[in-house]
C-alpha cells in the first residue's frame, strides 16, 4: 500500500511542470521608474516588453508629458530579463501586492500571478502597476495574467 501510494505521489509530481521563479531572481520596480507613451496609455495593460526597442516604444522618455521625459529610467538587460507589467485597482486607504511568476518550459508558457489587497476604510480608488523583471524567455511563450 506504501508503495502503490508512493507510485501515485510521484507520478503527480512528474506531471507539474510548471516551476516557480524564485524571488531572489525577480527584480520588482517601482511604477514610478515609467511614463507610459500616449499610444501605450490606450492600449492598457498587461504589458510584455523583451528588448530594448519596445521599452523605448511603449515606456520611458519619449512620452509627450514633459515630466516623464525629465526622469531617469530603470535600465533592464534584455539579453537577460524580460518585463511584465500590469495594473490593479481597488478602493481603501492602501494597497498591497503579493506576485508570483511560474515557468512551464514544456508548455512554453509563463504565468504572472499577484493578489493585489487593498486595506483601510477609505473611499479613494487606489491605481497600482506592478512591473516585474523576470529571467529572459523565448518569445514564442505565451505568457498568462491572473
Given at each position: 500500500?506504501?508503495?502503490?501510494?508512493?507510485?501515485?505521489?510521484?507520478?503527480?509530481?512528474?506531471?507539474?511542470?510548471?516551476?516557480?521563479?524564485?524571488?531572489?531572481?525577480?527584480?520588482?520596480?517601482?511604477?514610478?521608474?515609467?511614463?507610459?507613451?500616449?499610444?501605450?496609455?490606450?492600449?492598457?495593460?498587461?504589458?510584455?516588453?523583451?528588448?530594448?526597442?519596445?521599452?523605448?516604444?511603449?515606456?520611458?522618455?519619449?512620452?509627450?508629458?514633459?515630466?516623464?521625459?525629465?526622469?531617469?529610467?530603470?535600465?533592464?538587460?534584455?539579453?537577460?530579463?524580460?518585463?511584465?507589467?500590469n495594473s490593479y485597482s481597488g478602493s481603501g486607504c492602501s494597497g498591497e501586492y503579493d506576485v508570483?511568476?511560474?515557468?512551464?518550459?514544456?508548455?512554453?508558457?509563463?504565468?504572472?500571478?499577484?493578489?493585489?489587497?487593498?486595506?483601510?476604510?477609505?473611499?479613494?480608488?487606489?491605481?497600482?502597476?506592478?512591473?516585474?523583471?523576470?529571467?529572459?524567455?523565448?518569445?514564442?511563450?505565451?505568457?498568462?495574467?491572473?
Amino acid at each position: 500500500m506504501k508503495l502503490l501510494l508512493g507510485i501515485l505521489l510521484l507520478g503527480v509530481i512528474a506531471c507539474t511542470t510548471e516551476v516557480e521563479i524564485p524571488k531572489d531572481q525577480l527584480q520588482f520596480i517601482s511604477s514610478d521608474e515609467f511614463c507610459l507613451s500616449p499610444k501605450a496609455s490606450s492600449k492598457g495593460y498587461p504589458y510584455i516588453i523583451q528588448s530594448q526597442g519596445e521599452y523605448d516604444k511603449n515606456l520611458g522618455a519619449n512620452t509627450l508629458n514633459e515630466a516623464c521625459q525629465k526622469k531617469n529610467f530603470a535600465r533592464i538587460d534584455y539579453d537577460k530579463y524580460s518585463l511584465l507589467g500590469n495594473s490593479y485597482s481597488g478602493s481603501g486607504c492602501s494597497g498591497e501586492y503579493d506576485v508570483k511568476v511560474y515557468r512551464d518550459d514544456k508548455k512554453k508558457s509563463m504565468l504572472f500571478e499577484s493578489n493585489f489587497v487593498t486595506s483601510g476604510n477609505c473611499k479613494m480608488i487606489i491605481n497600482k502597476a506592478i512591473w516585474v523583471a523576470v529571467p529572459e524567455f523565448p518569445s514564442d511563450y505565451t505568457v498568462k495574467f491572473e
